[in-house]
């Protein structure tokens, strides 16, 4: 049996092609007269892959001539225009999804055969995002993992896509709802044309894979249990569980939020543990193979939308979550664009002596006070009592609370909740913070209007902890193991299940043509093994995507001790 091993924070898989690193080895099939487009998200440092690209030319005797798609972006506010809705057109939080595409973002790039033909004795070079606009000889994509983005945007340096210097500071809204979406569909269309991937988060010698072996590398990954690349980041009432007991981001002020599965920023690191490995985005595996991933009855539901993400909330010497609720499915669609909603449930992997979590309304709750309390806390700045309104339940380790759209929740100070939702994850509606402050001293956002336009009142009184705070009931059972649903609801089309090993147990399990996630909630950890002959290790804490395509595999205990994990599903 494999050896007990600790939280690993950046799992890597191993492949059958080779990865590659800098710009001499990437470019020796390039000749004179070829034409390369090397496409990108805005957030790439382009002036460092330009250099690197032109040096590695210039050491074989090859001249570049390098066309900047940048110097081609529309105007900023013809693409203001192009991109808007008007729909949340004065919200400084949300946008409804982009459904634009990146040829809107510019006007005047060059022609076809224009950039050929003005560079017979040279390697014309297409970078920037949108380069695959131009008709090419090769593809290259350089890719950069989206935190980056998002830490530019956060951090004040960052711009979004199209938009020049000296036209403000980029916003999040637009990064998220209109950025992302449009970038994610043109790098998945490109994919199966890519003829090599870079990985530029060492933009002077950056990782690759050739467009064969990264296409291999998927098919690959699309048939065997994987781990996507964890990321921690930190938010005002963060706490430091993650920290201490995983090891992770010791210098950061907090690990509040940690993303073990969340599809639109995940990547799946692929090469050698010490490298070289590149990082691909989990989307891009969804992309060009939806039914071994998926499965095909959860492909006919959803697309390529990967639909379930498993993350942390850490409040452990941190404070409260905001009081908040999600989207109900009509409002998902119609206001935001996401054609499901973010039906969400708590897991409780640590609580607290006298911690809590807040969940539904209380039976005499008075809505219209609510509100009007509400938005004193935002104009005002005058605190309430949120328990006048929502009720609290003891955070009881181990305890699932399921948090259907339109339920107001969120967790106490204290605790580290697992998070086993639906994929969208950038809506919460809240109706209180605790009139607390962000780096620049300003109010924390708070959306009364949405939260209001989407609470349900049904979820109140003694329904909640009926529906809401649901009790085991065991599905299957064998020698030393059991299988439960900790969590079902009909308007929910997700259920959590957990099993209990006892050491040495073996379960036989199948995932009968639907994913199945799983993460580690308490024991050393568990080895699976597929019929394919694949074997991975899960430790505590760890999340796992058994691809729809294994079938049958087996889960043996790890360590001396008990073990405990949940299992994910579509139903």
């Known amino acids: 049996m494999p050896a007990v091993r600790g939280y690993e924070a950046e799992p890597c898989h191993s492949i059958t092609g080779e990865v590659g690193t800098g710009y001499r080895d990437a470019l020796t099939d390039l000749a004179p007269g070829l034409v390369l487009a090397v496409d990108g998200p805005p957030a790439v440092d382009w002036e460092t892959v330009a250099a690197g690209i032109r040096d590695a030319l210039a050491a074989r005797g090859i001249a570049a001539k390098q066309i900047d798609t940048r110097e081609h972006f529309a105007p900023w506010p013809d693409i203001l225009a192009r991109t808007g809705s008007a729909v949340l057109a004065d919200d400084p939080d949300f946008a409804p999804l982009s459904r634009a595409g990146l040829a809107d973002f510019f006007t005047g790039l060059p022609e076809p055969g224009a950039a050929a033909d003005a560079a017979d004795d040279a390697v014309t070079v297409v970078l920037g995002p949108g380069a695959a606009l131009v008709p090419y000889d090769r593809l290259w994509y350089a890719d950069l993992p989206k935190r980056y983005a998002e830490a530019g945007i956060t951090g004040g340096s960052g711009r979004n896509l199209g938009q020049p210097a000296g036209t403000g500071a980029g916003t999040t809204r637009r990064l998220f709802y209109i950025d992302w979406p449009v970038l994610d569909r043109h790098r998945d269309a490109l994919l199966p044309d890519v003829d090599l991937w870079l990985d530029v988060q060492d933009p002077q010698a950056p990782a690759w894979l050739d467009g064969t072996g990264l296409r291999g590398a998927l098919a690959d990954l699309a048939r065997r249990p994987f781990r996507t690349r964890p990321t921690f980041n930190t938010t005002s009432w963060g706490g430091h569980w993650a920290q201490e007991q995983l090891g992770f981001n010791r210098e950061a002020a907090n690990t509040a939020l940690g993303y073990e599965?969340?599809?639109?920023?995940?990547?799946?690191?692929?090469?050698?543990?010490?490298?070289?490995?590149?990082?691909?985005?989990?989307?891009?595996?969804?992309?060009?193979?939806?039914?071994?991933?998926?499965?095909?009855?959860?492909?006919?539901?959803?697309?390529?939308?990967?639909?379930?993400?498993?993350?942390?909330?850490?409040?452990?010497?941190?404070?409260?979550?905001?009081?908040?609720?999600?989207?109900?499915?009509?409002?998902?669609?119609?206001?935001?664009?996401?054609?499901?909603?973010?039906?969400?449930?708590?897991?409780?992997?640590?609580?607290?002596?006298?911690?809590?979590?807040?969940?539904?309304?209380?039976?005499?709750?008075?809505?219209?006070?609510?509100?009007?309390?509400?938005?004193?806390?935002?104009?005002?700045?005058?605190?309430?009592?949120?328990?006048?309104?929502?009720?609290?339940?003891?955070?009881?380790?181990?305890?699932?609370?399921?948090?259907?759209?339109?339920?107001?929740?969120?967790?106490?100070?204290?605790?580290?909740?697992?998070?086993?939702?639906?994929?969208?994850?950038?809506?919460?509606?809240?109706?209180?913070?605790?009139?607390?402050?962000?780096?620049?001293?300003?109010?924390?956002?708070?959306?009364?209007?949405?939260?209001?336009?989407?609470?349900?009142?049904?979820?109140?009184?003694?329904?909640?902890?009926?529906?809401?705070?649901?009790?085991?009931?065991?599905?299957?059972?064998?020698?030393?193991?059991?299988?439960?649903?900790?969590?079902?609801?009909?308007?929910?089309?997700?259920?959590?299940?957990?099993?209990?090993?006892?050491?040495?147990?073996?379960?036989?399990d199948d995932t009968d043509h639907r994913f199945h996630v799983v993460n580690v909630v308490a024991g050393d950890g568990i080895l699976l093994e597929t019929s394919g002959g694949h074997r991975r290790v899960l430790a505590y804490a760890e999340t796992l995507t058994v691809p729809a395509a294994v079938g049958a595999y087996r889960v043996r205990t790890l360590g001396a001790g008990p073990v405990r994990y949940v299992k994910a599903l579509v139903r």
Not at 269 to 296: F, K, T, Y
Not at 344 to 355: F, I, K, Q
Not at 442 to 448: F, G, L
């Open 261 to 508: 599965l969340i599809a639109p920023e995940s990547g799946i690191l692929v090469g050698r543990p010490e490298g070289p490995r590149v990082e691909i985005p989990l989307q891009a595996l969804v992309a060009l193979h939806p039914e071994e991933v998926l499965g095909e009855p959860v492909h006919a539901m959803f697309g390529t939308s990967f639909p379930i993400r498993f993350d942390y909330l850490d409040t452990v010497g941190g404070g409260n979550l905001s009081v908040h609720c999600h989207p109900q499915s009509d409002y998902m669609r119609g206001v935001f664009g996401w054609p499901y909603t973010q039906h969400e449930t708590y897991y409780m992997m640590l609580g607290g002596a006298g911690s809590q979590v807040f969940l539904g309304l209380r039976e005499d709750a008075d809505l219209a006070a609510f509100r009007r309390e509400a938005d004193r806390a935002v104009q005002e700045g005058v605190p309430f009592d949120i328990e006048r309104y929502v009720q609290t339940f003891p955070a009881d380790r181990h305890q699932l609370f399921l948090i259907p759209g339109g339920t107001p929740h969120g967790s106490g100070a204290g605790n580290v909740v697992l998070e086993i939702s639906a994929t969208p994850y950038l809506y919460s509606l809240r109706f209180y913070d605790w009139l607390r402050r962000d780096r620049e001293g300003r109010q924390r956002p708070v959306h009364v209007g949405h939260a209001f336009e989407n609470l349900d009142p049904a979820r109140s009184g003694e329904a909640v902890a009926r529906d809401l705070v649901q009790q085991p009931r065991t599905l299957r059972s064998g020698e030393g193991w059991r299988e439960d649903v900790i969590g079902r609801l009909p308007e929910m089309f997700f259920e959590v299940r957990r099993l209990e090993l006892a050491p040495d147990a073996v379960v036989d």
